[in-house]
């Protein structure tokens, strides 16, 4: 749910980067506040384990420019990715404008995936949104390894719909600024599309 | 479909801070903050300036969500008022109307029974206040919002730097 503060001149929006364990959710973010211009980024908080899983949420907010005189800022959020987390993911998609699905393109991964992705889909159902809806983009993380599965199977069973999709190495940031820019364009039209 | 967006104008946002202003002096707090439940800063008031507060913000959201989910394991509706004790510093964190967090960062300037008294009578007036923010979105639901009138060419423009 954005939120428009005419005081302040500044629109916030909420992205969240959903997906199994280990497929890089939390190395998209750093990634980007690696690479983000100090001023456009705030700090970058990870709510994780001693073994750096992530045991709530990563939060990172980014700024984007303005639009109309309005500074667009938008919040990152990534979700804990083993599934025994699921209550810590329905509360993260509170509020949520945007998704990132990250898959890991390993072959022994792609059960863990859709299993993730159904996760994503009843998850957004029982707060009232549909996946179909909502601006989701997704990615094709860890396209380097070999054991990449192949990758019109992986859109086959990820994305029959045909949502806006990157292939990445998040931690060298191939498809990382990719995708983020897929989303938050998509995020932006939607409130243009609802402001109609 | 999913909550109204929250779109506030400049004479809410002042309602909102003279409220603040006035709990930081009637609790002798050390900063009030108000969250939207989503994670959010809406405003904030007191001598903490200078803090990360898009963290607090995003934190105190959490907070409220995952204790929200033990309020339902246990069969309670939600825990409403969370303090947190600090060596110096404490918390006082209060859900008002289901929607709006407020935070109230005080010391020993301060105590617990005095914060909870001017919480109440503060919260019940940022109820009133988000009321109508909430009213307002409602019906005029877009109008005149700044995206109403903005291009693919707008949105391209952000990316193209």
Redesign the interface.
């Known amino acids: 749910?954005?939120?428009?503060?005419?005081?302040?001149r500044e629109?916030?929006c909420?992205i969240v980067y959903y997906g199994p364990g280990l497929c890089g959710k939390t190395t998209n973010l750093q990634y980007i506040y690696n690479k983000t211009n100090p001023d456009l980024k705030?700090?970058m908080?990870s709510?994780a384990t001693e073994t750096e899983r992530t045991l709530?949420?990563d939060?990172l907010?980014l700024a984007?420019?303005?639009?109309?005189?309005?500074k667009?800022r938008f919040?990152l959020y990534t979700v804990p990715g083993q599934v025994f987390y699921d209550?810590?993911r329905?509360?993260?998609l509170?509020?949520?404008d945007g998704v990132v699905f990250v898959a890991d393109s390993q072959v022994e991964r792609m059960e863990a995936n859709i299993e993730s992705l159904d996760n994503l889909r009843q998850n957004l159902g029982e707060?009232?949104?549909e996946l179909d809806k909502i601006s989701c983009v997704v990615q094709y993380n860890k396209r380097d390894l070999p054991n990449a599965a192949d990758l019109n199977e992986m859109k086959r069973l990820l994305n029959p719909k045909g949502m806006p999709d990157f292939e990445a190495c998040a931690p060298q940031g191939k498809g990382v600024f990719e995708t983020l820019?897929a989303v938050?364009?998509g995020v932006?039209?939607d409130?243009?599309q609802?402001?109609? | 479909m999913h909550d109204t967006q929250l779109v506030m104008y400049d004479e809410d946002f002042r309602k909102i801070l003279a409220v603040t202003q006035r709990l930081v002096k009637d609790a002798n707090a050390k900063g009030v903050f108000v969250v939207d439940r989503n994670g959010q800063l809406i405003g904030e008031a007191g001598e903490m300036r200078g803090i990360d507060t898009t963290s607090l913000a995003s934190l105190t959201a959490g907070c409220i969500a995952a204790t929200g989910g033990l309020a339902k394991i246990v069969g309670e509706e939600e825990f409403p008022v969370h303090f947190h004790q600090g060596a110096r510093d404490n918390l006082h964190i209060t859900l008002i109307a289901g929607r709006i967090i407020l935070v109230v960062v005080f010391d020993e300037r301060s105590s617990l029974g005095l914060v909870r008294l001017r919480v109440k009578k503060a919260g019940a007036q940022l109820a009133r206040v988000f009321e109508e923010i909430q009213k307002k979105s409602e019906h005029g639901h877009g109008a005149g919002t700044p995206f109403a009138e903005i291009t693919d060419e707008d949105i391209d423009n952000l990316f193209s730097v």
């Not at chain 1, 749910?1 to 302040?8: C, E, G, H």
């Not at chain 1, 984007?64 to 309005?70: K, N, P, S, V």
């Open positions: 749910m954005s939120f428009i503060n005419y005081s302040s629109i916030n909420k705030g700090k908080i709510l709530f949420f939060f907010p984007l420019g303005q639009i109309r005189g309005f667009t919040h209550a810590s329905k509360l993260i509170k509020g949520v707060q009232g949104y820019k938050a364009r932006l039209r409130l243009k609802m402001s109609r």
